[in-house]
């Protein structure tokens, strides 16, 4: 099936395939975070939110910009990339406040604390994947 892709494509979904192993390592650490805050009451969704951020941003730089995107881009400048990096993760934390906001929210949906989990893990991902590989790693 590789096989057939132009070789443009193949580095694509080599990236893809890097990025959802190492996203899913990242995503993993935030749910581990944010469920075991969350469900035992230890902190209001929100404030597990932030903690499950903390917990992820530096373990997503180190396998996203070393293995995700390693071979993508030029690395000329890495305050640059480093500074982008980051912009990307507060539109991740943005994203994810927001779900936490909507699902759990008593003034909205009201929802169990776990329902934030799923746009969190299904959403954001896609969002980042596609703000890393076009404008922090290029």
């Not at 373990?59 to 071979?71: C, I, N």
């Not at 929210?105 to 009201?110: A, I, L, N, T």
Request: glycine letters at 10%; proline letters at 4%.
């Amino acid at each position: 099936m590789l096989a057939t892709l132009s070789p443009e494509r193949r580095v694509i979904v080599g990236q893809l395939l890097r990025f959802l192993i190492s996203g899913g390592i990242t995503t993993g650490l935030y749910a581990i975070v944010y469920a075991g805050l969350a469900q035992s009451r230890l902190a209001t969704p929100q404030v597990a939110n932030i903690c499950g951020y903390l917990a992820a941003v530096v373990t997503g730089y180190l396998l996203h910009s070393r293995w995700s995107f390693k071979d993508h881009g030029e690395r000329g400048n890495p305050a640059r990339t480093t500074g982008r990096f980051f912009i990307v993760s507060l539109v991740s934390y943005g994203l994810n406040a927001l779900f936490v906001f909507l699902l759990t929210d008593s003034r909205m949906m009201g929802g169990a604390w776990w329902w934030p989990l799923l746009p969190i893990c299904l959403v954001t991902p896609l969002v980042t994947f596609t703000l890393n590989r076009q404008w922090v790693f290029r």
